[in-house]
């Protein structure tokens, strides 16, 4: 009899609830201190989706978000009425978001390697300092300095292309140069600030490692090579995971500070942010261009999901979940 009490006292410590509750009798203290945190996350990024209904409606402000009449897909449909200008958008948006991915981290990481091999430290903090400061820089000056680079008439390279006896360029009516200039701009501003996020994942790893490796006589290169990049390895999967959740989306004040929604140039700079801009928001409907919002983030949250299991059949220590 005694025996059965305490195997039904050690089934009840298993059950689902008493786990749980002595899991938050364990853990209150951090809770608590999470608290904040988890309310504001819900108050500012779950409850604000309930309102994701108005896409699916003919709003109107007699009858609010919830009173207004279903019209299922409609809202949906001035995007893909017009498909060769969407599926532009669409490629453009995709096609621009890759290479400030793919080469936004190159340099990010060259950054990070340069900083790390920087012993000086008042050389060290003038260079993270410099690097990092376009990234406060708004995109409407960056547009302002871009424009004396490149005017036709009085730029810095075109003067200086003259000066080499070169002709002149005409960058802003001849659309082939700006996924180039698209990308080195995004470069410039956030390289930098990047570049700081994975020098503080190499300044935590073990110094023994370049010591030894040092010791039996690895160059620089062979020590950046087969030390540095390898355990850097996780942070650049996780951070090019996080920037693939991304790749459906554009940044609509660079494309205005930066190309200034010329017609001339949407060949290769009218993404879908600014395709929703011309089409839809101009005109003051917001509901339009919600729902092209919905269906940027579906399309991403499905990116994610599918880059995370193909890194999961690689090595799963690199997944995010």
């Not at 990308?183 to 010591?211: P, V």
């Not at 005109?283 to 729902?291: E, I, K, L, N, T």
Request: aromatic fraction near 16%; include cysteine; hydrophobic fraction near 50%.
């Amino acid at each position: 009899m005694l025996v059965s009490r305490q195997k039904q006292d050690s089934g009840g410590a298993h059950r689902p609830e008493n786990r749980i509750a002595g899991h938050f009798k364990k853990y209150h203290q951090l809770w608590l201190l999470a608290l904040p945190g988890i309310i504001l996350t819900l108050m500012f990024a779950y409850i604000p989706m309930s309102g994701l209904v108005i896409i699916f409606k003919d709003y109107n402000y007699r009858d609010g978000i919830f009173g207004s009449p279903w019209v299922g897909f409609k809202n949906f449909e001035f995007f893909f009425a017009n498909f060769s200008k969407a599926w532009r958008a669409t490629r453009n948006t995709i096609l621009l978001n890759l290479c400030y991915t793919v080469f936004g981290t190159a340099m990010a990481v060259m950054l990070a390697v340069m900083f790390n091999e920087i012993r000086h430290k008042k050389y060290l903090k003038a260079t993270q300092s410099l690097s990092i400061m376009p990234y406060f820089i708004s995109w409407v000056v960056a547009g302002g300095i871009l424009r004396a680079l490149l005017n036709y008439d009085g730029g810095a390279i075109n003067n200086l292309l003259v000066t080499l006896g070169f002709d002149k360029v005409d960058f802003y009516n001849d659309p082939k140069y700006w996924r180039i200039i698209l990308t080195l701009c995004n470069i410039w501003k956030g390289a930098g600030y990047n570049g700081i996020i994975y020098f503080s994942t190499i300044a935590g790893f073990d110094t023994s490692l370049y010591e030894s490796a040092q010791v039996d006589g690895a160059n620089l290169w062979q020590r950046i090579r087969y030390i540095t990049i390898p355990l850097l390895k996780p942070t650049i999967v996780i951070m090019f995971l996080l920037s693939i959740g991304k790749i459906m989306s554009g940044d609509l004040t660079m494309m205005m500070s930066i190309t200034n929604l010329s017609s001339m140039l949407l060949e290769t700079t009218d993404i879908i942010d600014t395709y929703v801009y011309r089409s839809v928001i101009g005109m003051g409907d917001f509901v339009m261009g919600s729902a092209v919002g919905l269906y940027q983030s579906m399309f991403g949250f499905a990116l994610v999901l599918f880059s995370n299991w193909l890194v999961g059949k690689f090595d799963k220590e690199y997944r995010l979940f």
